[in-house]
């Protein structure tokens, strides 16, 4: 079973820099696109940035010019460079990855597949 399992969260001050890591357990060239979302307490979760399997990239407006989504084929991973973090980027971060599957996610079918969150938290 395909596995996606991120790394690098932690806490980090205001105008700092982190960057996290997505592995998974297969070639990510079999994934359609891959992502990062956050979840930020009381909210719901949303799309930060995506990565195609030939590279073209989006972001949202709230992160473009200060967070890079980029791949390493090789190593089976993705990463998201955070700089210039703020307060409100305080989140649990999720890696998902598009491999025109659908699974059971909680009481819904969902495409894709998620890994288990890395904690960002970013004090003033």
């Known amino acids: 079973q395909v596995q996606l399992v991120e790394s690098g969260g932690g806490l980090v001050q205001s105008g700092g820099s982190l960057r996290l890591s997505c592995v998974a357990s297969?070639?990510?060239?079999?994934?359609?696109?891959m992502g990062w979302y956050r979840q930020a307490p009381g909210k719901e979760r949303e799309l930060v940035a995506t990565i195609t399997s030939g590279g073209s990239t989006n972001y949202a407006d709230f992160v473009k010019g200060r967070f890079a989504i980029s791949r390493d084929n090789a190593k089976n991973t993705i990463y998201l460079q955070m700089n210039t973090l703020r307060p409100e980027d305080t989140a649990v971060y999720y890696c998902?990855?598009?491999?025109?599957?659908?699974?059971?996610?909680?009481?819904?079918?969902?495409?894709?597949?998620w890994g288990q969150g890395t904690l960002v938290t970013v004090s003033s």
């Open positions: 998902k990855a598009d491999d025109g599957t659908y699974r059971r996610r909680g009481g819904n079918l969902e495409r894709g597949l």
């Open positions: 297969r070639s990510i060239l079999s994934f359609y696109v």
